[in-house]
């Protein structure tokens, strides 16, 4: 009889709760398909792609375009396989241009930093973030920029006002449905109101929307975009494509791109990436519209995109009841596993099912008039931030009518990853070792001092040794995600390549001639580990 380990249990528990998952939001996706219409964007767009092939001339006619927009809305993608930050999207809010305008910026495939072209991307992202913008998404924006920003594109102090519409339309939504019922029995019929296009009652959908919204604000949960467009506008906007290979290069000129990959692939991908931003457009809109047709007189001064969600903002701020809501998460996924708080922004594979971003407090969203004191960030992310060096874009126009704009054939290549590593570090602590000694600081006692100065003295070679062996256990941990290259130079040029390549490292060492490098995650150790040559350094 063959016994299982308790690790073995847990990880076969884990696997089945996300094979139960997936079945669920398969089931989802199939359910939504057979009852609504598909989703398509109301008006055409144009797509401007931002990689190594992107001119300067482009990118200035595009800073141009930009410094007369105010309104930007945002969204990311990452490789599900490799994990790393491979795409920015960005639409332009133009509510009265006959199209909209899409940014698809490949972080993955941008021209060297050196280049000429680098500084007017760069460009593009101070005059997106400057002062008097407003920046809408689903979920919290300043997490997925941290995540990028290991391409230094732009600074993480942003002066422009940044919405979660996410955590505003699940207040907003709460307080229409109250409103909705409230007015059922009024007599008086507002011909401009906007209604909620969902059905009152559908025993094929997952619930009426009273009781969906019933069972967010009780359980403290997000709306997820789907179901928002589903209960808003009683169409369905697919999510299968959520977890993709967003890093093979989308444009389809792309020398760089991955080829095992078909050009149906590629168009699928864009489909889904543009209409993640389209979509989120239509529900700003709709909720800005609602307002303005029943404008009461002394919000007359709110009138413009940007003064609407910060009068929604400031209306929604957290009570400090709030803080202590409780997380009844189990207790909703078994009457409703939809993932409804996931954020459209930022789809990796290991955050799909995590629930603690989004159960934080209201403050990140209220940085548009508050300075919240920011976490102070680690040492690791502190040496990626001053250490690497990244790749910039270039861009292709593609303008794309909604109502033809449908892939059906569609190939899905996967890549199979490391399941096991194992790795000794006896030459690291052989060849390079620091010693941070640090000094304890005691409440000295006027009466003991003489006792407590000398127990001291006693124990300061006992802490040495405890310093030195946690100074060794340390840089043991900077080396848990380790490449290896043979070396035929000096560690000088070893890190000036590395810059070249955008390695975020945390150590390098040589021993004899091999080099070992420390990275920060396993990401970037699968993802580095095939983007350098094994010559590199000889």
Same mark, same amino acid.
């Given at each position: ?30 359910? *939504? ?92 992202? *101070? ?62 019929? *507002? ?119 910060? *009068? ?227």
């Amino acid at each position: 009889m063959v016994k299982l380990s308790s690790s073995n249990i847990q990880l076969i528990s884990e696997n089945s709760s996300a094979a139960d998952r997936s079945i669920k939001k398969d089931e989802k996706e199939r359910r *939504y398909e057979q009852l609504f219409p598909p989703y398509h964007p109301c008006k055409p767009y144009v797509i401007h792609f931002i990689n190594s092939l992107t001119t300067e001339e482009e990118l200035k006619i595009l800073c141009n375009v930009i410094k007369c927009t105010t309104d930007f809305i945002f969204d990311t993608e990452s490789d599900i396989h490799y994990h790393v930050p491979a795409l920015i999207q960005i639409l332009l809010v133009q509510q009265h241009s006959e199209h909209s305008v899409i940014l698809l910026i490949e972080t993955t495939h941008l021209p060297d930093i050196s280049s000429s072209r680098f500084p007017e991307i760069q460009n593009l992202f *101070y005059h997106l973030f400057r002062s008097g913008t407003n920046l809408y998404s689903w979920g919290s924006l300043k997490d997925e920029l941290t995540r990028f920003e290991i391409y230094q594109l732009y600074s993480l102090s942003i002066p422009s006002r940044i919405f979660d519409v996410q955590r505003l339309f699940t207040r907003w939504f709460d307080e229409c449905i109250h409103i909705k019922s409230d007015d059922k029995d009024n007599t008086i019929n *507002y011909d401009d109101s906007i209604i909620i296009h969902a059905p009152a009652l559908d025993p094929e959908l997952f619930l009426p929307p009273e009781m969906m919204n019933r069972l967010k604000v009780m359980n403290n949960q997000l709306w997820s975009l789907q179901d928002a467009i589903a209960y808003l506008f009683y169409k369905y906007l697919s999510k299968r494509d959520t977890l993709r290979s967003w890093s093979i290069g989308l444009d389809k000129r792309l020398s760089s791109r991955n080829k095992n990959y078909s050009l149906n692939y590629r168009k699928r991908l864009i489909q889904y990436a543009s209409y993640d931003c389209l979509s989120l457009m239509e529900i700003i809109l709709f909720m800005h519209e609602n307002h303005l047709s029943v404008l009461h007189d002394n919000d007359l001064h709110i009138q413009s995109l940007g003064e609407y969600f910060f *009068y929604l903002t400031t209306k929604f701020s957290p009570s400090p009841s709030s803080f202590h809501l409780v997380n009844n998460s189990q207790m909703y996924e078994m009457l409703f596993d939809d993932e409804s708080d996931e954020s459209m922004t930022g789809h990796e594979l290991n955050e799909r099912h995590q629930i603690s971003s989004e159960a934080q407090t209201d403050e990140q969203y209220l940085n548009i008039f508050l300075h919240p004191v920011e976490p102070q960030p680690s040492e690791q992310i502190d040496q990626i931030r001053q250490e690497i060096n990244c790749y910039i874009s270039n861009d292709q126009c593609l303008t794309i009518d909604p109502q033809s704009n449908n892939y059906e054939y569609y190939i899905d290549i996967n890549s199979s990853e490391e399941s096991n590593y194992y790795h000794q570090m006896n030459h690291h602590q052989e060849f390079e070792m620091n010693y941070h000694v640090q000094t304890n600081n005691f409440d000295v006692i006027s009466s003991s001092l003489n006792k407590t100065k000398s127990k001291s003295t006693r124990s300061e070679s006992a802490r040495k040794r405890r310093n030195q062996k946690s100074s060794i256990r340390h840089r043991k941990n900077r080396y848990t995600f380790e490449i290896t290259r043979p070396v035929n130079t000096t560690i000088t040029n070893v890190k000036k390549i590395l810059r070249s390549y955008a390695v975020p490292y945390i150590n390098v060492n040589i021993v004899q001639s091999t080099l070992y490098m420390g990275l920060t995650s396993q990401d970037f150790k699968d993802y580095f580990n095939q983007l350098l040559p094994m010559d590199i350094f000889i």
